[in-house]
């Protein structure tokens, strides 16, 4: 072996030894274990001994997928494999491609389109002789998707009608994909302002409550104190279970007022239970009057 192609071979082979959790097996023998679509396997790597003027034999025992052959779980229906290149190709590119691209479909052959005769092109008439105004759209100054492509990959799909075939599948599944992730961050978008309102919509909510219960609070804080205020005379205590009970349903109402605040119990529950005691309270206060 030549000083430049041992010069080749050793870069390549410190290249491939560059992938996290590589194992070195024997001389030119390697494994790699991998996530392929849903299970992870052990990905053989074997260097022939015309390496790199040869490509390189990658098993994946016990794996079925379209690209391995059955017999003996050989990568085969692979481009970096088929098209390799001692002096141009990669086993790291080609490991990274079979990985990266396992879970696609496999690409549908193109099928030869017979030659065509060649028949002349007619003449168009010109505009000043046509009735119609005719805009034609303005000619592209950037194609985003042929710009990341590199020049081999361009070459490729110039010169063999499968390359192209599968690089036009590509462009219309990357197209897809982009539509999808803009309709799905245009909903989470919607969803966001949603709660953004809700939130402020309960906030407002416990504000009025809790101003509500402030002033609940100082209407029994007065009602107290002009209770106090009050002379006792004869018969009046005969009342003095009624106002003991109006006081009891008074400091429920508070007890209840607060484990809502707290979020203790649902605001159904509250409801019912506030209504309750509030009636409670008031029959008292009617029959309090009534004996005053």
Same mark, same amino acid.
């Given at each position: ?28 023998? /390697?494994? =790699?274990?991998?996530? @392929?679509?849903? $299970?992870?396997?052990?990905?053989? +790597?074997?260097?022939?001994?015309? %390496? ?90 950037? /194609?985003? =998707?042929?710009?990341? @492509?590199?020049? $081999?990959?361009?070459?490729?799909? +110039?010169?063999?009608?499968?390359? %192209? ?105 509250? +409801? ?21």
């Amino acid at each position: 072996m030549n000083s430049a192609l041992s010069q080749r071979r050793n870069m390549l082979i410190g290249e491939l030894q560059t992938i996290k959790g590589l194992q070195t097996v024997a001389n030119n023998q /390697f494994t =790699l274990r991998a996530r @392929l679509g849903t $299970e992870v396997h052990t990905i053989q +790597i074997v260097l022939p001994a015309n %390496f790199p003027n040869s490509a390189p034999q990658i098993f994946v025992p016990g794996c079925t997928h379209w690209s391995l052959n059955p017999a003996n779980f050989q990568l085969a229906d692979n481009k970096h494999i088929k098209n390799w290149n001692g002096n141009s190709s990669s086993v790291k590119q080609t490991l990274d491609s079979f990985i990266l691209t396992f879970n696609n479909p496999r690409p549908a052959p193109v099928p030869t389109m017979p030659k065509q005769e060649v028949k002349p092109v007619p003449v168009i008439p010109q505009r000043s002789k046509l009735n119609v105004d005719v805009t034609l759209p303005p000619v592209p100054t950037n /194609f985003a =998707l042929i710009n990341t @492509l590199s020049v $081999e990959q361009l070459r490729s799909a +110039i010169l063999d009608d499968g390359e %192209f075939s599968r690089l036009l599948e590509r462009f219309s599944y990357e197209s897809e994909i982009r539509n999808l992730m803009q309709t799905v961050n245009a909903k989470i978008e919607a969803e966001l302002k949603r709660v953004k309102e809700i939130s402020h919509e309960d906030g407002e909510l416990r504000e009025s409550i809790r101003r509500l219960r402030i002033e609940q609070k100082t209407k029994y804080d007065e009602y107290q104190r002009l209770l106090n205020d009050l002379p006792v005379e004869a018969g009046q205590t005969d009342n003095s279970i009624l106002v003991e009970e109006m006081e009891e349903s008074e400091m429920m109402s508070l007890d209840l007022d607060e484990a809502m605040d707290n979020g203790e119990i649902e605001i159904d529950e509250f +409801i019912d239970q506030y209504v309750d005691v509030r009636k409670n309270y008031h029959m008292k206060r009617i029959a309090l009057d009534a004996t005053s």
